[in-house]
Structure formats: C-alpha cells, structure tokens
C-alpha cells in the first residue's frame, strides 16, 4: 500500500515549504510507475479546512483536505511560513492529536514553532531556517535548537531549515522508505545534488564569503569558488588584484575574517566531504585531487572541521559505487 504523506498549510505559510517535499514524493511515484512498481505514496494537503490556502508569496493552494477529521496518515509534515505564529490554539490542539497517532512527524522551516506549541519537540534536538533559530529557542526552552544543521531526526520526529532543505529532507525520508536508488532517481529527475547530510551546515563556506565580501575581493572570490580546486595561492590573488601578497592578507582578514589559507582549506574540506559521500575513492586520492596534502593531513582536517573522522563520515552518508553514479 502507498505511503501516506500529509502536508499541513495554512494562511501565510511558505509556498515552496509545501510544494518542495510534495514534488520529491510525487517524482518518486512517477520514478516507480515507470518501473512498472506501482505508486510509492499517497500525497494529501491538509488545512484547517478543504479550500484555497493563500501563501506568502501570493500563490493559491488548494487544500483537498481538513486537519480534524482526515483519517491519520503515515508522515505528517508542517510547512513553514509567517503565518505559524498566527495559527489559533485550536489548531495548534488538532494537530497535536494528528501526530499522536501518525508514525512519523517533521515541520518544513519555521514550521517547527508549530510542533513545539504542540509540545511536540520538548527535550528534542530540532533545526529551523537559521533566522527562527534563536526566537525558537528563546520561546521554547525546553527545545534543543541545532541552528546550523539542515535537517535533524530525533526519534520519530523530523525538523528542516528553510525552502529547499525541506527538499533534502523529503528526499532522506524517501531514501529511508525504500532505497538511495529511488532517492537517486529523484535527485536526478529534479536535477539537484543527491546528498546534503542533514548535519551539513546551512549556508557553505563559499556563500558566507561572498555575502561578506565586496567590489574586487568579491569578483575574485567568484572566481575561485568557480574552480575551488584550482592550483590558488596567495600570490596569485594578490597578482590578480594588483597588490602584494601582505596586503591582500590584510584586505582578506577585514572583509572576511579569516586568512586566504584557511578559506582554501575550508572550501577544499567540502569537495573532499561530497567525495567521501559520492565516490569510493582512497583517502589519498582525495587528498590529492582536493589538495589537502596527504590521507593524514585530510583526517587531522576533516576531524578538526566536522569533528568526526573521513571514515566514520563516508559510514554513515557514503553510497556504493552504483548508487553515486545514479546520482552523477
């Protein structure tokens, strides 16, 4: 039988909260009716009542079902949006009741002040789009907020950040349901990256780099974060800004707070973390092709960096090698 997947809007809520996850779970259908297997899952979109759902952007959804009295499904998942904090007590109420009797629950972006009103997420390490993190946690102190991850599980509940990590997390839900082969499928068919780890930070180092930097440093940046494993150095920067190498250092260190070297070696951990996550090759080939020195130099990074070792990370988030190349 299909998979019964219940999304939650309401007025004010975030269009692409709702409809990002809906579409992974709808392409994964569409995936397995051409493999002859049948649907995988049953989509519903619940409100307070059936009927036009204005979002925050202006688009109309169209609710085909009423939270209260809609037989239970198998995963109910809240979008987020301004309107969250506007929802009455009496919804708040019913969807409390809904998820004491559905297997699996998770909230979309802000999304997850509707579960911690319901008093869902008490004692649960939970995310939100990195904006909410410190009013959820202010509000909700009995909330553990993790406010750089982009999805987090804690037991049968299930929290994102904002707009498309609600799409990573749809797909981790569907990797779990099934196979990373279908998740593959649909990363594919949706042309994105299979694996973002929900423990993977919200914004990467390149995008921190280029909202804080400016005029030439910024076009140089777009630059490297073109070709990040490049042959870069310091020299050749500065070359291309036409200062010297101890200028550039000072320049790099204002805008951005840190050094040119520990930019490098940031956006080189992350090539070598997709690697490690994709693709079954040696440490020392990634160390190589990532230009991190050697496997040694890698590990003593990527634990200082993520605090676990390249091994224990490719154990948990690695594919086979059949699986990454569905994913290419």
Do not use: K
């Not at 969250?84 to 909230?107: C, K, M, W, Y």
């Not at 999304?111 to 959820?136: E, K, M, N, P, S």
């Not at 780890?197 to 630059?223: E, H, K, M, T």
């Not at 050697?294 to 003593?300: A, D, F, M, N, V």
Request: proline share 5%; aromatic share 6%.
């Amino acid at each position: 039988m299909p998979h019964t997947v219940d999304i939650v809007v309401y007025p004010d809520c975030q269009l692409v909260d709702a409809s990002g996850p809906w579409q992974v779970f709808a392409t994964a259908n569409t995936e397995s009716e051409e493999a002859s297997e049948g649907a995988r899952y049953r989509l519903r979109l619940l409100a307070e009542a059936p009927g036009p759902v204005t979002t925050n952007g202006g688009m109309t959804l169209l609710a085909t079902h009423a939270l209260a009295g809609t037989p239970p499904g198998d995963t109910l998942l809240v979008a987020g949006g301004h309107g969250v904090h506007d929802l009455p007590d009496s919804f708040i109420a019913t969807l409390g009741e809904r998820a004491a009797s559905t297997h699996r629950v998770g909230s979309i972006c802000s999304g997850a002040f509707a579960l911690a009103r319901a008093g869902l997420l008490d004692g649960c390490t939970v995310t939100t789009h990195w904006r909410d993190a410190d009013r959820l946690a202010r509000e909700f102190p009995r909330v553990h907020v993790a406010a750089d991850a982009l999805y987090r599980q804690s037991g049968g509940l299930y929290t994102s950040a904002g707009v498309t990590a609600g799409i990573d997390l749809a797909l981790s839900l569907v990797a779990r349901d099934h196979d990373h082969r279908l998740a593959a499928a649909v990363a594919r068919q949706l042309v994105m990256f299979l694996h973002r780890p929900g423990d993977q930070a919200q914004f990467s180092q390149g995008l921190r780099c280029q909202i804080n930097s400016v005029g030439r440093l910024r076009a140089l940046l777009d630059r490297v974060l073109a070709d990040p494993l490049a042959d870069w150095r310091v020299e050749t920067l500065a070359e291309a800004l036409a200062v010297t190498p101890r200028h550039f250092q000072r320049l790099f260190r204002r805008q951005l707070a840190m050094t040119p070297g520990t930019f490098l070696t940031e956006l080189r951990l992350e090539a070598a973390r997709q690697l490690l996550a994709e693709s079954d090759a040696s440490l020392t080939h990634i160390a190589t092709h990532c230009r991190l020195g050697g496997p040694e130099q890698l590990r003593r990074g990527f634990q200082r960096r993520y605090g676990l070792a390249p091994s224990v990370y490719r154990a948990r988030f690695g594919h086979t090698d059949d699986l990454a190349r569905e994913a290419s």
